[in-house]
């Protein structure tokens, strides 16, 4: 038996290839592939020189073979239904016995070879590392949950984007009734961030975006957006200052990640305020002063990833419906289409592009 795979084979290339049906050892196990996200990571992944291997990091499926060990450690039989966590973390450090595994050493992007689903070359036996193939190889060491046969697969792919937003929102932000809540960017993780200020309660929750992001910007307000702003026609700082009586919002969240992003982050917080920085410039923004944070006590957190206890909300808030995230998933492609797809999360393939999914049996 021969296992198809969208492999990425140089930068803006991927060509479906087919592979041996690997062994699995007794702690190890095997995923057949439902669908898997494409994410802005994989993008900036798939537009960059690196080495050939296969991509996608937020995957779901069935248990197709597990190892006895591995199959008590995760408390799984084969046929269960599971989303992977793309971190490969090593359970030995101390992030790690905190319960924090996004921090452990071993899954660091920024190392020259991350231990994380998506990322691990080829040459790394038994190269069924990513989301983008039919069948996927399960490390001793992954991170599995249980997902309900109610969830959609290209649903339950939305999980981990999910689990960033109330990781951020809601854990790190301390989003509840009575705050407000500014969210700059509506793709995958802005409009997921909605949802989950949604859940936790928030007061008023306002989206920013340009001319182009017209439709998602309507799907913020299905999400629960009280208010919406075009930052190409209106002035975002004097809205928000308005819609707030003047005093800024309690948490302002960037996930654009421009310079002119993070000053706006800044300057509609209200005093003691909270901002948090899920993408940074790659640049400095000009003209940057401290003053206003040592005078109104702003606090200023970069934010990434998520813990166990956010996917189990995640998954949770999914199962129950609590929000319409469906409008979310917009394109489904093949494995002869990934190409496509990623390009599409580039903003240079199909339009109207939020959350795609490859499907790897169509």
Known sequence: MLVRAATTVARLQTEVREYPFPEVAPDAGLLQVEAAGVCGSDWRVYNSDGPVRIMGRQSVGRIFRVGPIAAKRWGVAEHDRVLIDEYLACGHCRSCHSGDHRFCERTVAQRPDPLRYGSIPLSEAPGLWGGYSQFQYLHPDSVLYRVPDSIPAELAALA???????????????????????????????????????????????????????????????????????VEKENPEERVRALSGGQGV??????????????????????KGLVLLAAAPEI???????????????????????????????????????????????????????DFALRSVGGQGAEGAIHITVLPWI
């Open 284 to 338: 400095a923004p000009p003209d940057f002063e401290l003053s206003g944070l040592l005078s109104r006590s702003l606090a200023i957190r970069p934010c990434r990833g998520h813990t166990f206890e956010a996917v189990d909300l995640a998954l949770e808030h999914l199962a129950a419906v609590r929000s319409p995230l469906y409008l979310m998933v917009t394109h489904r492609f093949k494995l002869a289409q990934v």
């Open 250 to 271: 309690h948490l302002s969240i960037d996930t654009v990640g421009a310079p002119d992003t993070l000053i706006r982050a800044i300057q509609t917080a209200r005093k």
């Open 160 to 230: 981990l984007p999910l689990a960033n937003a109330f990781q951020w929102v809601l854990f790190e932000g301390g989003a509840r009734p009575g705050k407000s809540i500014l969210i700059q960017g509506p793709g995958v993780q802005g409009l997921t961030c909605i949802a989950a200020a949604k859940a936790a309660g928030a007061a008023m929750i306002i989206v920013t975006g340009l001319t182009r992001d017209e439709k998602r910007l309507q799907v913020a307000k299905a999400l629960g957006a009280d208010h919406t702003i075009d």
